[in-house]
């Protein structure tokens, strides 16, 4: 078992930058490549961006892509997303999830079913 606990979100102006961690803790020896993933208010969940167990291979939603990375220290047991230039439509409750993987190169899926641990989320708020 893996438990993740996200944190950094919080309420922010449009074009503002936010990071949000997502400590791991539990059974941290095997190799979890760690998808993000957000929900807005009467949306379904989508995919953010995904990072592979070595960091080295990650890939992005359109949506995000250009404005957020992702980066891991794995002696903390921790992944980060960088969110940069902030838009309304990023406000959504944001989770981590990971996915046991066997290559420290895979990066992950795009759907949230191959994930096997969540966190609880953290919230972001974009306004005008």
């Known amino acids: 078992q893996v438990q993740l606990v996200e944190s950094g979100g919080g309420s922010v102006q449009a074009g503002d930058s936010l990071r949000l961690s997502c400590a791991a803790s539990g059974r941290t020896s095997d190799m979890y490549a760690v998808g993000w993933f957000r929900q807005a208010p009467g949306k379904e969940r989508e995919f953010v961006a995904a990072?592979?167990?070595?960091?080295?291979?990650?890939y992005f939603a359109d949506a995000v892509e250009g404005r957020f990375t992702a980066s891991r220290d794995n002696s903390q047991n921790t992944v980060y997303l960088q969110m940069n230039s902030l838009k309304l439509e990023d406000t959504a409750l944001y989770h981590c999830?990971?996915?046991?993987?066997?290559?420290?190169?895979?990066?992950?899926?795009?759907?949230?079913?191959?994930?096997?641990?969540w966190g609880q989320g953290t919230e972001v708020t974009v306004s005008s």
């Open positions: 999830a990971a996915e046991r993987v066997y290559s420290p190169a895979y990066a992950g899926g795009r759907s949230w079913l191959e994930y096997d641990f």
């Open positions: 990072i592979s167990w070595s960091g080295h291979n990650t």
